[in-house]
């Protein structure tokens, strides 16, 4: 099946039900769409499935996790979820440069999760070398990425154009920093780690998420989503981020 999508316009259609309830499931090009009244719980329920298959047929699981406003929402799901925890790894995608324990750190949004967390080094002098030393202990490819969308097209901590580090999606570094990029600086894992992943699977609600979601899916290669591979990845919406779409 072409990855391309003409106008917006959708590949195919269909209704599965689960214990949540209803949810449309739509392919545009090779990207999946699943729409429903609890993308977050979805998530959780759909990362759960990936990450007992990896401990499986490996032995562990490995899961980096974006901060942002729909993550608390799905971590709360997820950690309800039947999963060996003890095999599970758990990194962050991105993370604001600010003291341990500050409000602004995405690490607070992981401190009830179960399991072996991994946090990105922001509280030091030298981050260019600790940007570093995190990438040398990322795995190898991870089972799956959790990400999110901002209604400026940013994923991970890729800023947009005129932004001086939008270039960041070009680092040939599996992690690298950002400048201030709504209010505080960040440490980022860059495409390539998130690329090479077995799965992505993108959350956002609400309909300011609406035009980039179009957007994404038309193929506009301006903004820093577009920089995720589409293959492999699965997009999340509740009805308003859908909204804009040709269904």
Avoid at 56 to 79: E, H
């Amino acid at each position: 099946m072409s990855d391309g999508v003409r106008g917006g316009e959708r590949t195919g259609s269909n209704y599965g039900e689960d214990v949540a309830g209803r949810v449309q499931v739509v392919k545009f090009g090779a990207v999946s769409v699943r729409i429903s009244d609890d993308p977050a719980g979805d998530v959780a329920r759909s990362l759960a499935v990936r990450l007992r298959a990896a401990i499986r047929r490996r032995g562990s699981a490995s899961l980096a996790v974006s901060g942002g406003s729909t993550a608390p929402s799905m971590l709360a799901a997820l950690v309800h979820e039947d999963l060996d925890w003890d095999q599970l790894t758990i990194w962050q995608v991105d993370e604001r440069v600010a003291p341990d324990g500050h409000e602004d750190r995405n690490a607070t949004q992981l401190w009830f999760v179960p399991g072996e967390t991994r946090l990105m080094p922001v509280a030091g002098d030298d981050l260019a070398m600790a940007a570093l030393r995190y990438a040398d202990g990322l795995p190898e490819r991870f089972d799956a990425v959790h990400l999110g969308l901002g209604d400026d097209g940013h994923t991970a901590s890729w800023p947009p154009s005129p932004h001086p580090d939008a270039t960041v999606v070009s680092s040939p570094n599996p992690v690298a920093m950002v400048g201030d990029f709504n209010g505080r600086g960040r440490m980022t894992l860059t495409p390539t780690p998130i690329n090479q992943a077995r799965g992505r699977l993108i959350l956002t609600t609400g309909k300011t998420k609406s035009t980039m979601v179009q957007r994404w899916l038309d193929r506009d290669r301006s903004i820093p989503v577009s920089h995720v591979r589409r293959s492999g990845t699965t997009l999340f919406l509740d009805p308003a981020a859908a909204s804009k779409l040709s269904l």
